[in-house]
T-cell receptor, first 116, second 111 residues
Framework: NAGVMQNPRHLVRRRGQEARLRCSPMKGHSHVYWYRQLPEEGLKFMVYLQKENIIDESGMPKERFSAEFPKEGPSILRIQQVVRGDSAAYFC??????????????FGPGTRLTVL | GNSVTQMEGPVTLSEEAFLTINCTYTATGYPSLFWYVQYPGEGLQLLLKATKADDKGSNKGFEATYRKETTSFHLEKGSVQVSDSAVYFCALMNTGNQFYFGTGTSLTVIP
């Protein structure tokens, strides 16, 4: 029973390039969350998605960042025209559909993005 | 708003020492509180949780009690081991299914 999978684990991009980060949720999970961890900081919520629908994107920067979770395939976090300040660890978490009360999120190992 | 403040690190302890990592929170309503642990190169793993006031979460010898009167959720362990070396994150979840994390406390346990 595989956990949350993220790839690549490490990604190096030059300024101005695009970065695509992938997240495959745990089997049976239909909800995905993306978090960003800047150096020396805690994780900050970015976006919450279910299949083909963005539920909450209040933590996403207004420009250059987008996320999707298609009906088939992994969730993708896309960063266009990367800048040095985008260098961070990006974590994905997944959960089953909420059923009232707390819904545990299971975290992937993260993708470490370095922008040169 | 919602926020979590936790004790700054790094913390270095000798094996079998007593551990406390302080965590306080600000939230509206009645959040659930969590401690996550991150081992080097890995993602976050849930260590323990408490969903209402006075609940005590416990796991692997770690404990934390949800104190609404002091808005705190301090992590404790009576006798740490080298294998406990990791980064510990305090977090809360309120309505909306999103976590609010503290900045993390790095713990190193030396033999």
């Amino acid at each position: 029973n595989a956990g949350v999978m993220q790839n690549p684990r490490h990604l190096v991009r030059r300024r101005g390039q695009e970065a695509r980060l992938r997240c495959s949720p745990m089997k049976g999970h239909s909800h995905v969350y993306w978090y960003r961890q800047l150096p020396e900081e805690g994780l900050k919520f970015m976006v919450y998605l279910q299949k083909e629908n963005i539920i909450d994107e209040s933590g996403m920067p207004k420009e250059r960042f987008s996320a999707e979770f298609p009906k088939e395939g992994p969730s993708i976090l896309r960063i266009q025209q990367v800048v040095r300040g985008d260098s961070a660890a990006y974590f994905c978490a997944s959960s089953p559909a909420p059923s009232g009360g707390y819904n545990e999120q299971f975290f992937g190992p993260g993708t470490r993005l370095t922008v040169l | 708003g919602n926020s979590v403040t936790q004790m700054e690190g790094p913390v270095t302890l000798s094996e079998e020492a007593f551990l406390t990592i302080n965590c306080t929170y600000t939230a509206t309503g009645y959040p659930s509180l969590f401690w996550y642990v991150q081992y080097p190169g890995e993602g976050l793993q849930l260590l323990l949780k408490a969903t209402k006031a006075d609940d005590k979460g416990s796991n692997k010898g770690f404990e934390a009690t949800y104190r609404k009167e002091t808005t705190s959720f301090h992590l404790e362990k009576g006798s740490v081991q080298v294998s406990d070396s990791a980064v510990y994150f305090c977090a809360l979840m309120n309505t909306g299914n999103q976590f609010y994390f503290g900045t993390g406390t790095s713990l190193t346990v030396i033999p």
